[in-house]
């Protein structure tokens, strides 16, 4: 056992008693040191938990992969156990908090024999900030203690930090046999608790992620009067120097990392302007008493990304980020070269390869029709990469008091019905807008692929209490905040007949963020239409691009009334799913929708 961190009585107790049910043969405090994770990837690598990668061309990196059942977040295992079902809602699956406990007791005595029990005592957001809260996770597993010392920040002031106080979050995870059935990711916002076992994967075992940072978060949040939301924060640099800060939630796999390193089109690059990313996944969001405005942070330390699609130009900067100290989990390994490859990172896939699973893989057996089967990377690959590597962090990145938020982003995956952009009439009909959220889904959580699912402020699968609830929040946070963010609607992803994306994204989803910033300055006109207002097609740049016209714009931009009728009856039938707690505004702001398209 190695030398405890803090003589703190509720965090030895609580240890002792998780050690009691594990039975570790060890315990092992993590401290943030480069001396102890190098031993640790050592010993990962001695193991073959780990492959260290060339050390020329890929500095300090390593290549994990997961059992192939376990290669997403599982929602339909994940549970919010508050004392009553109501609490919870009807979006999550709940279970009683007694009975979830005895089934995950069973599941866990015993379960860490033969092996070490590592203590990682990290925090959300700067140590000591205001924003700030303070985790401990206990696990079984290197890989994630090495992804949570790259995701949060971790150390001996973390400990000092929180002193003798009992205010942290506790988080047990245990490997156990990675067996699906038994598969449990599981919140108890009453007792500050996250549990996970069986699993090893991103999402269900980085407890500080979407565990803490947004599922207890957000129930915190509630309580204390502020925001956890799963969006991205970045800042555009104006010509002159002035930044703005915007943040936008987009549902997972559907943008916010690209959206968040964004590096701007030749037009704008030439003038001076620029982005900063401040975070990629996750935003707390507090209203500073001073200017009364809404500020940001982002409460992790590095970036959980999505590999496939990832290329030198998609999003240099965030390949540029995993140059260097970067574990990548399930990608396709290059033999010859000892490095790693991904679909969409370049056409020239490496002719001795090995894929995700861990099988030797042909490239021309892909079949875009049947990507899990045949492809080399998993379409969840993913990278962990630190932030200090990221050429285009925000100087704001450590910031202590938040950066000020001008708007907010919200936007899905839409091949069809939703505008390239569109702006709320105020924050009521704002957080309408968030509420009727819809995206097809993705590989980023188990499941079919590409089916059209309500996804409000794409928090769907990561709000710790009642949906309706939380939408009530939303419209009580509305009357706390003098001066408001904007609130506005993007979807990058319409296609044309053959299927084809219409809009180029990517760099040029800058030129959809300065006509929001814009809108936000009072400084462009718009066009009212029955849900909301959206842009003249001139004020939108097409200035350098290919094929995109005044007259593509336009077409991005109409409005199909039967579409959204159709859409209306969708949204009425999740309303009721989501029950009684749904506010009346939300109801009279549908009524106010449904009218404006029959008019
Ligand atoms: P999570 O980490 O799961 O929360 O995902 P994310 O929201 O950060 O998504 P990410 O930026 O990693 O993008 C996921 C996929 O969307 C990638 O395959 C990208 O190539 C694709 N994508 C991102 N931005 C655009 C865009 O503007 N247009 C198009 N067509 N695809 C995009
Ligand atoms: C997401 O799925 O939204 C992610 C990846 O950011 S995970 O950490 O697995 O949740
Ligand atoms: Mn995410």
Redesign the pocket.
Known sequence: MSKSMTNNKYVLDWIEEMRQMCCPDNIVWIDGTEEQAEALRAEACSTGELTKLNEELLPNCYLHRTAVNDVARVEGRTFICTPTKEEAGNINNWVDPVEMYATLKKLYTGAMKGKTMYVIPYSMGVVGSDFAKIGIELTDSIYVVLNMLIMTRVGQNVMDSLGDSPDYIKGLHAVADCDPENRYITHFPQDNTIMSVNSAYGGNVLLGKKCFALRIASYLGRKEGWMAE?M?ILGVEYPNGDIKYVTAA???????????MLIPPEIYKKQGYKVWTVG??IAWLRVNKEDGKLYAVNPENGF???A???NEK??PNALATTKRDTIFTNVCYDVDNNTVWWE?LNDNPPKNAINWKGEPWDYRTYDKADKINTSGAHPNSRFTASAKNCPCLSSEFNTIKGVPVSAIIFGGRRAKTAPLVYESRDWQHGTFVGSIMASET?A?AAGAIGVVRRDPMAMRPFVGYNMGDYWKHWLDMGKIIPNKPKIFHVN??RTDDQGN?I?P??GD?MRVLLWILARCEGKVDAVETPIGYVPKPEDINVEGLDGVTVDTIRDLLTIDNDSWLADVENIKDFYKQVGDHVPQEMYDELAKLEANLKK
């Open positions: 799963h991205l987009f549902p997972s796999a559907c943008g916010k990392t690209n959206l968040a990629d996944d959980f990304g999505v496939p699609g990832t998609s999003n969409g993705t980023a990058w992803f994306f809009w994204g990517f989803n």
